[in-house]
């Protein structure tokens, strides 16, 4: 069975740091984009970072570019975005997804999703 688990969020204080891990069952990483994505109360899923698996390009969106980093440990087929600095705008459910052989994470186009887990960011 496919299966992509999120594990690390939980309740911090603005300012402080996360660390999530994406870990997959069935698959493997290999020449799967892996992206995170994020969705706050009331609002649409927006993607937050995203490596390639074409080119292995890392992308970010503007809101977290200095304070998220993605990186993947292909030996234990994991994908963790440690978060710093985190603003109480930070606060959602963070998703990790996977697609084959794409260059880019298009929410839309993604073959496998977790089902997310919690962060909260209290100010």
């Known amino acids: 069975e496919v299966q992509l688990v999120e594990s690390g969020g939980g309740l911090v204080q603005a300012g402080g740091s996360l660390r999530l891990s994406c870990g997959a069952s069935g698959f493997t990483f290999d020449n799967y984009a892996i992206g995170w994505f994020r969705q706050a109360p009331g609002k649409q899923r927006e993607g937050v970072s995203c490596?390639?698996?074409?080119?292995?390009?890392?992308y970010y969106a503007d809101s977290v570019k200095g304070r998220f980093t993605i990186s993947s440990d292909n030996a234990k087929n994991t994908v963790t975005l440690q978060m710093n600095s985190l603003k109480p705008e930070d606060t959602a459910v963070y998703y990790c997804?996977?697609?084959?052989?794409?260059?880019?994470?298009?929410?839309?186009?993604?073959?496998?999703w977790g089902k997310g887990t919690l962060v909260t960011v209290s100010s």
């Open positions: 490596l390639s698996s074409r080119d292995g390009r890392i």
């Open positions: 997804a996977a697609d084959y052989d794409a260059a880019v994470c298009v929410p839309w186009d993604m073959d496998y």
